[in-house]
């Protein structure tokens, strides 16, 4: 089916404007651009966000382009419907760093994960009955349904939001502790025993954990990244010039 746009407008939001767009299928649709700007995301931020829409096993299946009239002419522009927005919105994680250095941006996606979509939905689907003209049974049905659908939005974000334990923290650390070990050759070895290059490749594989997982120190690693953790260990690999530095201090040793 040719999705086109029927109707077009910008729906006030938390101080900012959302885009909104009623297609031909009946589908609402919502500008990403907008929702990122109106959370105050950077550039850097807001192509990792639009990677994220198009490249996600779920979210790909909400993401559409449409061509819009905008400021600058007939473009095509990202949107994602409005029944993925909310899964969208709960997969921006909140880092440790967003705290520390944006929490504006914490304040804003905290708004925009909990009301968006209601004010969307409220500008764009209007009821076809009224609520109190329901029967018992009906009504009933619908607030269990609203529940469900509320709590299974609170545990994505707390799963989202909540780091490991501190068992799960001495894994890692024990993994990690065997992965650097068997990269220098085992205790016995020369690269080993010298503290300062042992200490650059524990240095070197968590500085990479954290970079990779977006966090300021494994103990931080949120639940939901907890099993991908352990395989990034395991299969991680020093810098090039820490490889030869390990190999010739080991053979230099060995004569």
Sequence with gaps: MNVYPVEQKLVPFNGAEMLGVKANDGKVYVGVRWVCEGIGLTEDQMKNERKKIQTDLVLKQGGLNLT???????????????????????????????????????????????????????AFIKPDYRFENMSPE?????????????????????????????????????????KVIGLLGGKRAAAYKDSSLRH????????????????????????????????????????????????EFNGQRLF
Aim: aromatic share 12%; hydrophobic share 35%.
């Design 68 to 122: 819009l009239p905008t400021n600058g002419g007939l473009q095509e522009v990202l949107t994602i419907d409005l029944d993925f927005l909310p899964l969208w919105l709960a997969k921006i994680s909140i880092t440790p760093n967003m705290q520390r250095y944006q929490p504006e941006v914490v304040d804003k996606l905290t708004q925009y994960q909990l009301k968006a979509k209601d004010a969307l939905a409220a």
């Design 138 to 178: 009906l009504k009933a049905i619908l607030f269990v349904d609203d529940k469900v659908q509320k709590l299974d939005s609170r545990l994505e974000h707390l799963e989202n939001h909540t780091t490991i334990d501190y068992g799960q923290q001495r894994q890692l650390k024990k993994a990690g502790n065997a």
């Design 200 to 247: 650059r490749v524990y240095s070197a594989l968590w500085n990479d954990y954290q970079d990779y997982f977006g966090i300021n120190s494994y103990n931080n690693t949120y639940t939901k990244d907890f099993i991908r953790g352990l395989p990034y260990i395991q299969h991680w690999t020093p810098p090039n010039n820490l490889l030869r530095e390990i190999e």
